[in-house]
């Protein structure tokens, strides 16, 4: 089975896209054909893809991707068996092409709840937005095949689709957490908690404790964190490859999850929180109601208020100062991520599903 798989809005090194699905289709013996913004965002692809360079759609600059995904599509078809996309700006890509082959949206959020994440959309737009948004989302399921990465997302179709968890790969084994260095892994921006994670590497401070931020800073957070990062406040590596960015949560004291009280967070688990799991180190979490279930449920960390950075230092001094339950949290952690949140456990589902769709015979 040779796939196409499109994405002009995330980062082509994004662990769901590239670490994860695009890797279990390689290891099932399929070809891919990986589209995506690779100069944009300075990365190379990687040698067990073949890499197609598109623009990126950012801000309010959008069409020129898709008019370029649109194209690529048009000369692929012919040579696909499936077509997997990621972005709903690329339904627009697709659309209307005749003799296509099956193509397959992977719904990775909830689109209409997102809209009061993006400060570039006017706040007067976003009502009328949101409802186009929906209407789209119906259309696409009548016309194509869909994939949901939340459970949570099922209520907004008509018909049950395969749900794709965001899982990881879980290590065989695993450093115990440490006492001298904290990690969050992930997008940063406000309403991701940039602000509150800056001000908790000010409070641990005296206590020499460090903070480690790894990942991609949008517009509005960067001039802070570069200023953080010059009064010698906390570390920030900026976007790491999934795969390199997993190993700098080996032996952490505890990961962070500042998530504000966000509509689109509500319903939604941080793959973070699955991520420090499976490293074997404490969750430190908001409490958004995914995040407080799974928390909770195997006792793997602890739950802090929304937006308070001295509840946070004080739960991260608290577990510094326990070792006997930094390990135990961060242990058991570890045994339910092995268990419940193992890619390759839905790695094989996901595979066959596209198998199916595309009429490959098993």
Known sequence: MHVLVMTVVHNPEDARILHRQIRALVDA????????????????????????DLPRAA???????????RRLFKR?????DLVLIHDPELLFAVWGVRNRPP???????????TLSLKPWLPAPLRPPVRFFARMLEGTAERRMHLLLAETAYAGRFKDAHLIVPNETWVPDTVTP?????????????????VFEAIEVARLLQPYHVAVELIGYADPQSRPLLNQAVTEGVLEWRDFM?????LK????????????????????????????????????????????VELV??????????????????????TLRDDVRERRAQGARGYAAARANHHWPNSAKRFVAQLESWAGVKQ
Do not use: C
């Open 29 to 52: 013996g399929h070809e891919v054909t990986y589209a995506a913004s690779f100069t944009a965002h300075g990365v190379v692809p990687r040698p067990w893809v073949t890499g197609v």
């Open 59 to 69: 801000q309010r600059k959008r069409m020129a991707a898709v008019w370029a995904a």
């Open 76 to 80: 692929m078809r012919d040579k696909v």
């Open 103 to 113: 193509v397959v949206w992977d719904v990775h959020e909830d689109t209409p709840a």
């Open 177 to 193: 957490p440490g006492d001298d260095r904290v990690v969050y892994l992930g997008w940063l921006s406000r309403a991701r908690g």
């Open 241 to 245: 490859p999934n795969d390199e960015a």
């Open 248 to 291: 700098r949560l080996d032996g952490a004291l505890a990961g962070l999850s500042l998530l504000h009280d966000e509509p689109n967070y509500r319903h939604s688990m941080p793959t973070k929180i699955v991520e420090y799991m499976a490293h074997g180190i404490p969750v430190i979490t908001t409490p958004s109601p995914r995040a």
């Open 296 to 317: 909770e449920r195997y006792d793997s960390g602890v739950v802090v208020p929304w937006e308070d950075p001295k509840a946070v230092a004080q739960a991260v001094l």
